[in-house]
């Protein structure tokens, strides 16, 4: 059974920066690509970013040159390095395996707000 657990969400200000991670139980997971993935409040759910299984990432527009994602084969977590957050980063921040996803964990919250 594939579990996915978020961590490292909270409030923070404006600037400021948080780094979520996500642990995986069960399954291979050195052999697939890992994401992140965001839903705000009123909005659809999007790619914040993704990493494959060759360490390639992909990030949404929105993100490059502030986000980091990276993975650890050894730990079996992935994580998600917020830099410069603002405001409309404010959303739930959701762990995925595969491309597409068929796994989720459940999600963790991510406040930016002064």
């Known amino acids: 059974q594939v579990q996915l657990v978020e961590s490292g969400g909270g409030l923070v200000q404006p600037g400021g920066s948080l780094r979520l991670s996500c642990a995986a139980s069960g399954g291979f997971f050195s052999m697939f690509t890992m994401g992140w993935y965001r839903q705000a409040p009123g909005k659809q759910r999007e790619l914040v970013a993704s990493?494959?299984?060759?360490?390639?990432?992909n990030y949404a527009d929105s993100v490059k040159g502030r986000f980091t994602i990276s993975r650890d084969n050894v730990k079996r977590t992935v994580y998600l390095q917020m830099n410069s957050l603002k405001p409309e980063d404010t959303a739930v921040y959701y762990c995925?395996?595969?491309?597409?996803?068929?796994?989720w964990g459940q999600g963790t919250q991510v406040t930016v707000s002064s």
């Open positions: 990493i494959s299984r060759g360490s390639s990432t």
């Open positions: 995925t395996r595969g491309d597409p996803p068929s796994y």
